[in-house]
Structure formats: structure tokens, C-alpha cells
């Protein structure tokens, strides 16, 4: 960082404060020292060297010649490199290497922000960065306005400006039409359209200007030329200007005290191309016309007046291409910085197209931008089409420019916003002429260098005038001639150029002595290169002209382009006049005067550098003669009524050629019109001086958001301005850590359907939303750029998270488009819902143009249906579900499950997005590391398309991944359901069991006993399930049913490895329902008989229900109704258990018993024997559907056992890895029985005789028990047929139906389910417990029976959306 305090090494001589320099700019540090004159020096030694005669009447064209003396004091003549007691420095301060003290982290300040930090709304939005947008920035800063500055261009300081050839073709763009006389005319773009160096083709002339932070500041040639008089009372200029000129004098000294120009030292080196220029003045008779011209150029070290810490002029010449050197006082280093320290916001590569009224009901103008940042350019269809928008409030400054301004308000003109029909009329070229002295008879140096000799340096691009606008009848006669010089990037061409170009026009009356000299010095160059001494180039003056043109030109778009017509420029006879002069002028020193390249190549075309005019202040105060008025502010049509707050501040206001350079009168006009708004609009600009700048630290001003004229601070943006501190502090630490990053951007679109009753999130939904968007054309889309600031919180961090920017549109959805800032994305996150899943999720709150905010959760599926599948790889990751929600303020995101998070609030819309595959070659062309070196970002790319590769090879390859075992610790567990009681229950054999007791916890309901029966191997769990938000147990308690649940001796017990059988568990269902009658009796004492008990029973439990029912061991009259799920007396095996049974020639619990032993246990781990170990891989070959294949040793062991117990993608993360908590294993014997009974299709007895239990007579044990089965559509263990048949028996035997005795039997299939998912299943809430407790009240309560939903925690998940996944 520049030191903060300045060190004045003086001589010792007194500091004189010198007037006209004490303005508010001025700080303290920047006080003129004595006359004390160190170039180039690295001390503060020397400070504006403004004289008083220079400010005091600044539209005076006195020649501002610059008395070193006057500050010295007497005597003492400091000369060149006086002060350097060690030789004069070395060439290499012609480029700042660093601004930083640790130029490993930042080399270069950077005060724009990232677009990841912009706020939806601001009062002024300020358009372009050059004079009129820096001025109506740090003006409105100062005012205490919120601003955010958008600038087509990069941010780049001294020392990062292109010098060579090479680099400088880099930024080139070009556009406009080009229109050579002799071919047809073709519209031209190319090059980087953020490139510093701007060439606009038109007709008959071309412009040049400059895209960056900073303006065509960046690459003038700094002369600051106020305008004179006589121009400024011509008939063009609004009344209030023509009448009263002087009315910009205190306007042009304002602009004075920022920029600080002063001419070129008179000690400073002799510049043979200024000496040049004053000889061919006398040789024109003009001698009294020439002077040395301010500029903005500084000759001194130390801040500037913004305090920005600025060098002395390095005199390399390269102006034009932007200096190096620090000692250009552009836009950039003066009222940008001020700006900045003054809290606005200011964001690079942002190009504005146009601007509307913002929609009722906000007030101001929204502003549309194409954001070519993080390579957007590459989708070349959204970068224009998708565009990004602010809300300015209360102003917009339009500073882009002549042609830059009137583009922008021509395509909002075809936009709908009404203006002046004058839009676009009334440009000139400032009639520029440009033209070369080629090879004259004097050393002129000046070909730009980037590290010149200081013996022999090329001095600032311009240092002298020839100054011929007074004393002409006609002020359009006027006109200035200037000095140049060449930047080093042309070097190589020049000598071809100047050569070849037709037209050239020979000096006449040289002697062959002379012409041999001549032809030597060509030669001398074209031998050893342009920098030759004595070389034809080295002796090349550069000459540029600007005077009065017909301000004739005008600015149209064709296919959307602005096309530029100068009609007749170049061939008017006052340019050939022009031309004259100069050919005169070059005679006189013995040069070839040669035209510029395009006039000679193009058709007699001129090229300008001051574009000026297009939307015109209006000469009668109406948009019938201008597009703003006398204030820069547009008219709204062709009367005097004009856009409130809607400002032009650059140079498309000038009405008519200025006849000299234009900054200065940009700059003051600039300066008068933001006056005139903050005037107003009572605003006052805070004046007070800066102190010296930290660039690399904070603004010394934060602006207090919304402090200003009782603004309402609205929830939403207190909420913003907290995520943007927060995006902040995200990326400075990773700038402070000098991380580096990775980023992308990429377009998906697709259909999105408007229905707040889109409630479900499942992909049926999604799909079904989709095809009626379709059908209804409600298209969606959305262009976001994905940028991690950090590389770890990608790859490291769990939720592997970046930062989302860009735009979302949707026109079904109102306020469309959206912005979208700061949004979440989370790569391969971890989908808790579905085991073996990842997601690539997309959460963002969006903004409309209306102000409505409104919530998107997108996301991407890649479960094991990609398992060796590229194909459906490629589908996956490219479909995104997307559901639209309400946004809730303060809505706490940042929930375990960020992909939950995202459906929170009220469902607005819902739908499917894809990548098409040509974006998706758009896409891997912006795939860019980020990092302070080369190394870092080819380290930054490596760890990002390794994490990305070995994510997707982990799914794509899924099935020949490591087996994934047991985990030691609880994941997951988010519902500990813990038993009221707990019963120890001894059946008639005198086996002991267990009853689990949950007591209702919903007491306004008649409480109501319900006894449930999980399967075989299973226990209480699989009803209480603690690793879902709600389970079966929580569902009917609040239903006010004390639910009692039997861990029996086929479930998992210690017991069960007693080798039990179905038969034999009906016993302790006996002892249970024994149990419960009699807790019944004992809470009721006057009861004579207990209540009939309703069952549920699953599987194996309901087989096993169905045994003591039907041989009588438990009595059908203590049943009130039966909940069968899956199955009851008739198991009938689903196909691939029947053929594990009937293929092998062995069957396969003989075959395991023989190898393996008696018990099965579905749990295992990494230390299990090698044959279990064996087993376990063995078992990945086990075939099934792709996206039913998972990587879980103990699910591969149930599936194997049982037969697949689920459909995978209903379970949750949480309960498919921890799977071996809830199955215990399972004995050969009852495998054995199972088999048999599951083949047979009927339960059986015992061993030996296994006799069929499901006879006629048996059944009739079953009459008056109303029983309903179910059964999931996707049932791998059981076959449908199961409880179809069942239901055929039941309803053959009892008939369908008995109104008299309220029984019926019922069978339900239900679709999307399996078999045990049907009570684990992360959804069974709303899937699966409903019509089972609709039947069970319907039994017990009665028909008439309506369950009331209390309001509860669960009523409140279900509403917020948190239930739903
Ligand atoms: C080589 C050269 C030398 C010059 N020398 C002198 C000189 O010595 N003295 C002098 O008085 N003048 C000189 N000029 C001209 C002077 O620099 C310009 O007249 C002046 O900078 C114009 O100021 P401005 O505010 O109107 O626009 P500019 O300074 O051109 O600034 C416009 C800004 O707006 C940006 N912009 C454009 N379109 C958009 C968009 N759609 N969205 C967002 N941003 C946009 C541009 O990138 C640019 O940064 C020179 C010009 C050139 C090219």
C-alpha cells in the first residue's frame, strides 16, 4: 500500500499554500511545496503546480505558461536531475509494478465489486464510468445516495495496462458498420467487448473511446481545454448556457480542483516534438498561438486531490494506451476513488441496454445490463436476451458516453420509454482530423516507449497547442493543432502505414542532398526499427486537429447495432482546408505530410476521438430541438416535459463541436447538471476532503443504507444488506487467504407451471407440472454464473457450496425477470431423503422487476439409476425439479438439509428445467479457475475436475465401489419415539417378549387401544422409527390411540435364535393381547368385559396372526378389526424369492446352513469371517432394477434373505445406511418354514407335518373381524397375489359386504411403494398412515367417525412444508 503519510522531502524551503488550490478536494498532505522541483523523484517533493493565474479565469486562453520560480523562490534553479544526488531513476518507474505492500495478495487495487455483491435497488444508478459518470457518482455519493456505478468495461490500474503490440490487439473490439467507399456496407463486431480499446466503424468517419473503470480517461491524452466563449454562445446551446457562458465558470473550476491540470514544466526536459510544433507555429505565422496546454498529467509525487497517492510523469508517451506510470489523472484515480470512499458501489463488465419505468408501484427506472462477467459471452443468445437489471430509485445518470448513451437510450426508446424523437441526432466528430509529418528534418521522438530514456524521454502524449479559435468572425472557423505522439504498440506498423498509405503529399524544393538524407532515415528504419535515432519515424510529428464540424451526424440501431453516419465529414472543404494547414506546416520542417489511414483507405474518412453529441440539450427548452434540456434531464417527447431524475452527464449533451479537446467542458457540464438535481432535490454534497486513500483497505464513508429522506427500511432489505455483509466477508477472506477458485456459468431452461396446489415433491409431480407448462407455453430459463470464491468450500466443505448470480426468467410468474444474487448451489450434496443419493441443488431468493421476492429450489438428481449408465448420467445431472415458493422473511435456510430447506413456504409454481446440449458446450468453455498466479489456478482447476470426476465416477461406477458397513454412531436420529411402558410378556411355552406401550398424546379423542405386530426379524422400530420426522407410532398416538407394539420371538430378540417359527409366535401375540385386556380392566374397574383390541400387523407378524386366529389359539372376538399389511394367511412369494427357492438345486437355507450355520444375521461389518466377508461381496452381484442398486452391506443381506424389502428411493439416508439397527437376522428353521409356506401360498403348522391352517373351517373363525389388507404396488418380497387371494377367500366365505354387521374387507394396492417402506418410508405419513387409520377409526370409532387435525407441531410441519420431501 502507498504510505500514508506522505514524506515531503524538501530542500527545507517553506510550503506556500497557493490559491486556487484549497478546494474541498485538496487534503492536507497535497500543499505545494516550496518550488522545490525533485523529477522524477520518489518523495512527495513537488505538488500541483496550478498557478493562481491558471484558475482565476479559466476560459481565458492566456497560455498557461507554468513559472517554476513563482514557487521557488529567488535563486535557486533547480534543473533536471538536480536533486537525484544518484543519477536520474531508472526507466523501470515507467510501470507500477505493485500497489500493495504484499503483492502475493493483491498487486492492484480493485474498488468495483464483484456483480455477487450488488444490492437490488440503489437511488442513482450511474451508467459508464468516464467524466460524466465518475462526476455524477462521487457527487451522489457525497450526497448520501446509495449509487451503483455500472461500467461496460474492466477494472485496471496503472501497471496493468497493455503495452505491447500483442496485449493491446487483446483488447481491441470493434463494431459499428463498416462502410469503405468502394464495398458494401457490412455491420462488424469482434474482439473482446469488455477490451479497453474501442473502434467504432461508421460512415464517412470512425471513432475511437475506451471501455474500462475509468473511461476514455484511461487512454486520452489528458489535455484539459476549456471551451471558448464564442462556441459556447452559438446558437445550439440552451438559452441558460448561450445567454450566460459564464455560468459554466464555476463549473469548470470544480472540475479543475479534482482533475488538477497543469501544463508541462518549463524545467522539465526539452521535448523535440513540442519544440517542433512552436517552430511550425512561426513557420504558419501563428507563433502567438502556441503554448504548452494543461493537462492532467502530473509532474509530481504524492496523493492527488482525491488522495489517491499518485507518480510523476515517466514521459513514456503511451497515453494512448493507458500509462503505467501513475501519473494520469483519469477518472479512475480521482472521482471514482472518491466515489468509492464514499460508499457507492460499482460493478465492471456490466453493459447497460436500455432503461424502463420501473412498474407501478415503485418509482424510478429500472436499468437492464448484460453482465460479461465470469465468461457469459460465451451464450451468446442469453447474454443480450437474459438480462440483468437494478432498480434506481430515484436517478439514473446516463455517463456512457456520446455513442455509448445514445445507444442505450435509443434501445429504450424501441423499449417503450417515451423520449424526443432528437435521440441520436445532432453527433459530431468535434472536427477531429489526424495526420503525420512523416520524416521531416528534425528529430521529433515521438513514438511512444513503454520504459523510455530519461535522457531521452517522448514527454506526455500532447504538451503544446497551437491554440487558433479567437478572433475569427465566424467561431466555426476555429480550431486547435496539436502535438502527439504515437503509442509503442503501432511501432511495428507505422513505417508500412506511413509509406503506403495513397495520398501522402512529398515535400517540394529539396535538394538531393535533402532527398538522399530522407531516404536514409527511411531506410535507416526500416532497417533498425522504428526507435532508430536518426530513423524516418523518429522524425514523424504527430499532428491532431479538432475543430467545427456540420454536427450533422447522427446514431440509428440496425439489427439492434448502433450504426454511426457522419455524412460528409471527411470531405467538406473546411477539412480539406484543415489539411492544408497541416500540409503547410509539414512542408515547412521538410516532412511528407500523410492523412490518416482511413481517410487514404476508407474513402476519405476521418477518425474522431471525440465523439460528442446524440442526446443533445435542446436549444429552445423542448424535445423538439434536443433531447434534455439546458440539465442534462431527457424530455419525454417533443415538450418541455421531462423524465424525473433520468440525466445525461456526459458528452451526448454537447449540442455542437467544441473546436478543442472535450473533457473539461464534459466534466463542468457534468458537474452542473448532478448540481442542479442535488439542488432539487434538496440533497447537499458533502464537500469535505479525503484523507489519504487505502485502496487495499475500506472506504473511510460506508454508506448508512436508506439513512436518506425517511426511506422505509423493508424487512427484505435488511435481510439483503445482512447476506451481502455476509457474501463479503465470504469473498475478502478468501482474497485475505489468497485462495483461489472455480466457477462456470450455465443456462437450463425448460417449462414451469403456475399451481399453488403443486404441493407434492415427487418427480410424478414434476413431470405432470412440466407437461402442462407446456401446453400452456409458461417457458422458464435462467443464466447463472457459479462461483466459488474459495476452492475447499467446494470440495471440502459438506454441503460443497458456491455462489449463484445471474438471472431467472419466467413470464407466467409476475415481476419476471428476476435477479438473482447470492443464491446457493451445492454440488453432489449428500440427498438425505434418498439413500445413495446426491443432488446438485439450486436455492436462491429472487427479486422481480416488480420488487415481489419469491423463493427457487432446484434440484438435480444422480442417484444409482446413472450406475454404468453414461446416458442417464448425462440426464440426471442435467434435469433440475424445480418448485417456486413464497419467500418467508427470515426464513432460516441453512437447515441440516439444505435441499428441505429450499421448499419451505407457500408452493407458487413448479416444473422441470434441462440443459440443452448446445448450452452445454457453452458451459465447459466458461469453466475458469480463479487465483493470484498461474500456479495456483492450475491447482485450483486440478482439485475442482478431480472432486467433480471422483463424484461422478462414485455414482457412475456405483456398483464397483467399497461396500459401505454399519456406522458406530446414531445419523440421523431426528425422532427418538421412547415407550410409555414397557411390558415383559411370558407366553403359555414360557418364552419371554416383549410389549412396547405408547400412551395417546392427543387426550381430546376417546383413547382407544390399537396393538400393532411388526415382522420377522424386525422389532418395534420399524413403527417407531426414530430417523423420520414422523413415524407410525407418532401418527396414530396423536390419532388418540394408545398404541401397544409386541417385540415377539421371531423379531429381534435374543430369543429368535431360538429357531421359531411363525406357529410359534402366535403365542406371545396371545400373551400380548392377554396383557392388554387386562390393563384395559385394570384402568376401568366397572368394565365386566374388556374392549375388542384393533390389530395391525406386518409380514411375517400378520402370517404369524393369522396361525393363532385361525387355529383358535387366539379368539377372534377379542379382535375388532385386522390392518394387514402385505400379506395375512396366504404368503405367497413375489418371483425372485420363488425362484431362489425353486432354481437352486439345493434349497438356499439348507445350502447357507451347511456352509454358514443356523443364523443369518443381516447385520455385518469389516471384521466379519472371510466367508461372510465373501458372501457380502458375492451379494453385489444380486441382480436388480439400476436404480434400485445400492452399496449397503446389510441391505444386500436383507435383500438376499427376504427378498428387497423397499423401494430405495422412499427410504432416507439416514435409515438405508443405518439398516442393520432395525433387522436383527433370521434362523434357517423359520427361513426354511417360510419358504415352504411362501411357496405354497397358505400358512402351515409346525414341522414335521407343516399342516395347512388356512382351511374352510379355520377360516370361518375369522367371521364378524373386519379386515383390510394392503399391499405396496413394488412389493420384492411378496407376490400382490398374496392379499388378493386372501381377499377372494375372505369375501367368497363372508360375501363382500354386511351393513348390518359393519363388516367389510377391504384391499388396497399402493403405488410407489415396496413392502417395508410402507411404514419406514420417509413419506408413509401421507402415503400409507391415512387410509390405515381412516380404516381403524371407521372399525372402532364407527362410520360416522370424523377425525378433527388438531393443531399441533405436526398440523404446522405439514403446512410450512417441512414434512414434505
Ligand atoms: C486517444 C484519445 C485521446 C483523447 N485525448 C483527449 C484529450 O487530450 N483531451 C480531451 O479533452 N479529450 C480527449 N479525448 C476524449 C475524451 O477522453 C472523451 O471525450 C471523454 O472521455 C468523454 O467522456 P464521457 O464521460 O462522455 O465518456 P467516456 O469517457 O467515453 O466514458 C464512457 C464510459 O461508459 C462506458 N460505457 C459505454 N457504453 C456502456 C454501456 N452500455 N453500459 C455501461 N457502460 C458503458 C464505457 O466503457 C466508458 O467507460 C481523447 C479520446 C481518445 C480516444
Known amino acids: 500500500m502507498p504510505s500514508a503519510v506522505p514524506s515531503a522531502t524538501t530542500t527545507g524551503a517553506e510550503h506556500i499554500e497557493p490559491a486556487g488550490n484549497e478546494g474541498p478536494f485538496v487534503n492536507g498532505f497535497n500543499r505545494k ?234 524545467d ?54 493507458g500509462l503505467n506510470d501513475g501519473s494520469k489523472n483519469t477518472t479512475l484515480v480521482t472521482y471514482l476513488a472518491d466515489a468509492w470512499n464514499w460508499g457507492a458501489d460499482m460493478f465492471c463488465e456490466a453493459e447497460v441496454r436500455y432503461i424502463t419505468k420501473a412498474p407501478y408501484p415503485q418509482e424510478g427506472y429500472i436499468v437492464y445490463f448484460a453482465w460479461h462477467g465470469r465468461n457469459r459471452g460465451h451464450f451468446r443468445a442469453n447474454l443480450h436476451g437474459d438480462l440483468m437489471w437494478v432498480h434506481a430509485k430515484r436517478a439514473v445518470f446516463l455517463g456512457a458516453g456520446a455513442i455509448g448513451s445514445t445507444e442505450i437510450l435509443l434501445r429504450s426508446k424501441n423499449m417503450g420509454l417515451d423520449l424526443s424523437d432528437k435521440v441520436g441526432e445532432n453527433m459530431s466528430g468535434n472536427g477531429d482530423i489526424l495526420g503525420f509529418g512523416y520524416n521531416t528534418d528534425h528529430e521529433v521522438n515521438a513514438m511512444g516507449r513503454p520504459f523510455p530514456s530519461p535522457y531521452h524521454p517522448v514527454g506526455p502524449t500532447i504538451t503544446g497547442i497551437i491554440d487558433n479559435r479567437s478572433g475569427h468572425d465566424n467561431p466555426l472557423d476555429g480550431y ?84 454511426l453516419e457522419f455524412v460528409g465529414v471527411g470531405r467538406s472543404d473546411h477539412v480539406k482546408y484543415l489539411n492544408r494547414v497541416l500540409e503547410k506546416a509539414t512542408k515547412a520542417v521538410g516532412g511528407t505530410f500523410v492523412q490518416n489511414p482511413f481517410y487514404a483507405l476508407l474513402g476519405k474518412q476521418q477518425v474522431t476521438v471525440h465523439p460528442i453529441g446524440g442526446a443533445c440539450m435542446a436549444r429552445d427548452g423542448t424535445g423538439s430541438t434536443g433531447a434534455t434540456n439546458h440539465m442534462g434531464e431527457l424530455f419525454t417527447g417533443s415538450g418541455d416535459k421531462t423524465h424525473s431524475g433520468l440525466i445525461v452527464t456526459d458528452a451526448a449533451v454537447i449540442p455542437t463541436a467544441l473546436g478543442a479537446n472535450p473533457f473539461a467542458t464534459i466534466t463542468a457540464l457534468a458537474e452542473r447538471s448532478v448540481d442542479h438535481y442535488a439542488k432539487s432535490q434538496r440533497l447537499t454534497i458533502d464537500m469535505t476532503p479525503n484523507d489519504v486513500l487505502d485502496l487495499f483497505g475500506s472506504p473511510q464513508h460506508k454508506h448508512i443504507h436508506n439513512r436518506k429522506r425517511g426511506s422505509v427500511v423493508h424487512v427484505d432489505e435488511v435481510e439483503e444488506i445482512a447476506k451481502i455483509d455476509s457474501a463479503r466477508n465470504t469473498i475478502i477472506n478468501a482474497r485475505r487467504m489468497n485462495d483461489s477458485g472455480f466457477g462456470f456459468t450455465e443456462v437450463m431452461s425448460g417449462y414451469i407451471h403456475r ?28 443464466f447463472l454464473s457459479v462461483q466459488s470464491f474459495n476452492i475447499r468450500s467446494i470440495i471440502n ?39 445413495g443419493t446426491r443432488n446438485l441443488t439450486y436455492d436462491f431468493d429472487m427479486r422481480g422487476i416488480n420488487g415481489r421476492s419469491l423463493h427457487f429450489h432446484g434440484y438435480k438428481v444422480v442417484d444409482s439409476s446413472v450406475a454404468l449408465s453414461p446416458v442417464q448420467f448425462w440426464k440426471s445431472t442435467s434435469t433440475l425439479y424445480v418448485t417456486i415458493t413464497e419467500t418467508l422473511p427470515n426464513a432460516d435456510r441453512s437447515c441440516a438439509d439444505a435441499d428441505e430447506c429450499g421448499l419451505l413456504g407457500k408452493i407458487v409454481a413448479k416444473g422441470i428445467m434441462r440443459i440443452q446440449p448446445q448450452d452445454f458446450l457453452s458451459e465447459v468453455m466458461t469453466l475458469t479457475p480463479t487465483g493470484s498466479s498461474i500456479f495456483r489456478k492450475v491447482v485450483s482447476a486440478g482439485n475442482f475436475l478431480t472432486f467433480f470426476t471422483r463424484k461422478s465416477m462414485s455414482l457412475l461406477l456405483a456398483p464397483l465401489t467399497p461396500l459401505q458397513y454399519p456406522v458406530q454412531t446414531c445419523l440421523g436420529f431426528v425422532n427418538n419415539t421412547p415407550p410409555t411402558r414397557t411390558f415383559k ?79 410359534d409366535a402366535r403365542l406371545d401375540f396371545k400373551a400380548c393381547l392377554e396383557k392388554i385386556r387386562e390393563e384395559s380392566i385394570l384402568r376401568d374397574e366397572n368394565r365386566a368385559e374388556p374392549e375388542k383390541i384393533y390389530t395391525i400387523a406386518h409380514c411375517m407378524g400378520s402370517v404369524a396372526l393369522s396361525t393363532g386366529l385361525l387355529d383358535g389359539t387366539i379368539p377372534a372376538k377379542w379382535i375388532q378389526g385386522i390392518t394387514c399389511s402385505q400379506v395375512f394367511m396366504n404368503p405367497i412369494w413375489n418371483l425372485a424369492n420363488m425362484i431362489k427357492i425353486t432354481a437352486l438345486p439345493i ?68 435409515t438405508h445406511r443405518q439398516i442393520d439397527r432395525f433387522f436383527g437376522g433370521v434362523s434357517m428353521t423359520l427361513m426354511h418354514i417360510l419358504m415352504k409356506q411362501g411357496y405354497q401360498g397358505g400358512v402351515t403348522g409346525n414341522k414335521p407335518l407343516f399342516e395347512r391352517l388356512d382351511t374352510h373351517d379355520n377360516i370361518r373363525r375369522l367371521k364378524g373381524v373386519p379386515i383390510m389388507l394392503f399391499v405396496g404396488r413394488d412389493n420384492a418380497v411378496l407376490s400382490l397375489e398374496s392379499t388378493e387371494k386372501t381377499y377372494e377367500i375372505l369375501t367368497d366365505t363372508f360375501g363382500t359386504g354386511d351393513d348390518r354387521s359393519g363388516v367389510r374387507y377391504r384391499r388396497r394396492v399402493v403405488p410407489g411403494y415396496g413392502h417395508l417402506d410402507c411404514w419406514m418410508g420417509r413419506n408413509a405419513w401421507k402415503d400409507v398412515y391415512p387410509f390405515v387409520r381412516e380404516e381403524v377409526d371407521r372399525v372402532v370409532r364407527g362410520d360416522g367417525y370424523r377425525f378433527d387435525e388438531p393443531n399441533d407441531q405436526f398440523k404446522e410441519l405439514v403446512e410450512s412444508g417441512k414434512l414434505l420431501y
Open 480 to 563: 486547435v493543432i496539436e502535438e502527439g505522439a504515437i503509442p509503442g504498440a503501432l511501432a511495428p506498423f507505422l513505417q508500412a502505414m506511413l509509406e503506403l498509405l495513397p495520398g501522402s503529399i512529398e515535400p517540394t524544393g529539396e535538394g538531393l542532398i535533402g532527398k538522399f538524407q530522407a531516404n536514409l532515415a527511411r531506410l535507416g528504419t526500416a532497417f533498425l526499427g522504428p526507435y532508430f535515432r536518426k530513423g524516418a519515424i523518429e522524425r514523424t510529428q504527430v499532428y491532431l486537429i479538432m475543430s467545427h464540424d456540420s454536427n450533422q451526424a447522427y446514431l440509428t440501431l440496425k439489427d439492434d447495432k448502433p450504426v
Open 985 to 1063: 410378556i411370558k407366553a403359555s411355552d414360557g418364552v419371554v417378549t416383549s410389549l412396547h406401550m405408547w400412551e395417546p398424546t392427543n387426550t381430546s379423542i376417546d383413547t382407544r387401544d390399537l396393538f400393532m405386530i411388526p415382522g420377522a426379524s424386525v422389532d418395534h422400530q420399524i413403527y417407531a422409527l426414530p430417523t423420520i420426522r414422523y413415524n407410525a407410532v407418532n401418527y396414530f398416538r396423536r390419532a388418540g390411540y394408545r398404541v401397544w407394539i409386541t417385540v415377539h420371538r421371531i423379531g429381534m430378540l435374543m430369543v429368535a435364535q431360538d429357531d421359531w417359527t411363525t406357529f
Open 797 to 835: 466443505d459438506p454441503n460443497h457450496r458456491a455462489m449463484l448470480t445471474g438471472t431467472f426468467v419466467c413470464p407466467t410468474l409476475e415481476g419476471s425477470p428476476f435477479m438473482v444474487q447470492r443464491g446457493d448451489f451445492n454440488l453432489f450434496l449428500l440427498d438425505r431423503k434418498a439413500p
Open 1147 to 1214: 434349497p438356499g437355507d439348507i445350502f447357507y446352513k451347511f456352509l454358514l450355520g443356523d443364523w443369518f444375521s443381516f447385520s455385518t461389518s469389516k471384521n466379519d469371517s472371510l466367508l461372510q466377508k465373501g458372501l457380502n461381496q458375492l451379494l453385489r452381484l444380486m441382480p436388480d432394477s439400476r436404480k434400485e442398486l445400492c452399496n449397503n452391506a446389510s441391505c444386500h443381506r436383507t435383500t438376499m434373505a427376504l427378498g428387497r424389502c423397499w423401494n430405495h428411493h422412499n427410504l432416507n439416508e439416514a
Open 33 to 266: 511545496p516550496n518550488g522545490v522541483s525533485t523529477w522524477p523523484t520518489n518523495g512527495h517533493a513537488r505538488a500541483s503546480s496550478v498557478s493562481s493565474a491558471d484558475t482565476s479565469n479559466p476560459t481565458v486562453f492566456e497560455p498557461h505558461t507554468f513559472d517554476w520560480n513563482q514557487h521557488r523562490g529567488p535563486g535557486l534553479t533547480h534543473g533536471y536531475h538536480e536533486e537525484e544526488a544518484g543519477g536520474p531513476r531508472s526507466r523501470a518507474y515507467a510501470r507500477i509494478r505493485s500497489w500493495g505492500d504484499d503483492p502475493k495478495t493483491a498487486k492492484f487495487p480493485r474498488i468495483s465489486k464483484p456483480m455477487e455483491l450488488m444490492r437490488t435497488n440503489y437511488d442513482c444508478v450511474v451508467i459508464g464510468s468516464g467524466y460524466g459518470g465518475g462526476v455524477a457518482a462521487s457527487r451522489m455519493a457525497r450526497a448520501g445516495e446509495s449509487v451503483c456505478l455500472l461500467e461496460r468495461g474492466k477494472e485496471r490500474w496503472p501497471g496493468e495496462y497493455p503495452d505491447s503490440t500483442g496485449d493491446s490487439i487483446d483488447q481491441l473490439h470493434y463494431s459499428g458498420e463498416l462502410a469503405p467507399g468502394w464495398l458494401p456496407k457490412k455491420i462488424v463486431e469482434g474482439g473482446d467487448p469488455t477490451g479497453m480499446y474501442h473502434m467504432i466503424f461508421g460512415n464517412c468517419q470512425n471513432a475511437v473511446v475506451c471501455n474500462g473503470l475509468g473511461g476514455t480517461s484511461l487512454m486520452n491524452a489528458n489535455v484539459y481545454l476549456e471551451a471558448d466563449k464564442d462556441t459556447l454562445q452559438l446558437e445550439a446551446w440552451p438559452k441558460e448556457i448561450r445567454d450566460n457562458p459564464d455560468c459554466l465558470d464555476e463549473y469548470y473550476e470544480k472540475a479543475e480542483k479534482v482533475l488538477q491540470p497543469e501544463p508541462y514544466p518549463d
Open 755 to 782: 399451481d399453488e396446489g403443486l404441493k407434492r415433491d415427487n418427480v410424478d409431480t414434476y413431470k405432470l407440472a412440466a407437461r402442462r407448462a407446456e401446453s400452456l407455453s409458461e417457458t422458464a430459463r435462467f
Open 268 to 321: 522539465w526536459p526539452k521535448l523535440p516534438k513540442l519544440e517542433l510544433l512552436e517552430k511550425q507555429a512561426k513557420y504558419l505565422s501563428m507563433e502567438e498561438k502556441f503554448r504548452r496546454v494543461r493537462q492532467t498529467t502530473r509532474f509530481v509525487n504524492g496523493p492527488n486531490s482525491c488522495g489517491v497517492e499518485m507518480f510523476p510523469s515517466a514521459m513514456t508517451g503511451q497515453d494512448c494506451t
